[in-house]
């Protein structure tokens, strides 16, 4: 079974332009989530997708951040325009919810580098 | 609110001697807890969770977690180190909504 992939692995870009990355989980996973670790500090929520709908979206910093999950299989997140502050590792994770609290399982990360 | 601190950011230990990574959690209700472990370019793995069942909790590669209500912790211990278990490690709680907050994150070393 695949596990959680992210795309791309890198991606420098400079301040004021656009990135996508891209998360695609477990087959079958209804939950999906999305988290960030900013350097030196810890990994932080985002947001949450239960299929397509945004359940949580409490973590989301501002509004040059959006997040997608068309159909409920993968989903992607814009960065519009990119910041300084934004640079860190964006980890995505999957789940099927079922029972509550079940494993969330991590994909590798995008480390995210805004120069 | 719930939160977790790693009381050591860096922690160094020879092959063959025991583990200990420290970890305190702060939650206003009975917690879901978890140990996750990053090696290098991987993802973050789940290691072992605590769900409100037994206290003492295995996980994976000889880990363990003792859930101590009365001190709020929740230390993750191995009786013997392995080259292998060179990582970074995260203590975890999870909201009623299964969102996860992290503590900062221990960074182990293991040497020879």
């Known amino acids: 079974e695949a596990g959680v992939t992210q795309f791309p692995s890198h991606s420098v870009i400079e301040k004021g332009q656009t990135v996508t990355l891209r998360c695609d989980p477990i087959?079958?996973?209804?939950?999906l989530y999305w988290y960030r670790r900013v350097m030196g500090k810890e990994i932080k929520f985002l947001l949450h997708?239960?299929?397509?709908?945004?359940?949580?979206e409490s973590g989301m910093p501002n509004n040059r951040f959006l997040a997608e999950r068309t159909g409920g299989t993968y989903s992607t997140l814009k960065v519009q325009p990119a910041e300084l502050e934004d640079s860190g590792v964006y980890f995505c994770?999957?789940?099927?919810?079922?029972?509550?609290?079940?494993?969330?399982?991590f994909g590798p990360g995008t480390r995210l580098t805004v120069t | 609110a719930q939160s977790v601190t790693q009381l050591d950011s860096h922690v160094s230990v020879s092959e063959g001697t025991p583990v200990l990574l420290r970890c305190n959690y702060s939650s206003s209700y009975s917690p879901s807890l978890f140990w996750y472990v990053q090696h290098p370019n991987k993802g973050l793995q789940l290691l072992l969770k605590y769900t409100s069942a037994a206290t003492l909790v295995k996980g994976i590669n000889g880990f363990e977690a003792e859930f101590k209500k009365s001190e709020t912790s929740f230390h993750l211990t191995k009786p013997s180190a392995h080259m292998s278990d060179a990582a970074e490690y995260f203590c975890?709680?999870?909201?009623?909504?299964?969102?996860?907050?992290f503590g900062t994150g221990t960074r182990l070393q293991v040497f020879p």
């Open positions: 087959s079958g996973h209804d939950n």
């Open positions: 997708f239960v299929k397509e709908s945004k359940q949580d």
């Open positions: 994770a999957s789940s099927s919810g079922l029972p509550a609290f079940s494993e969330q399982y």
């Open positions: 975890v709680v999870s909201d009623f909504a299964d969102k996860l907050i």
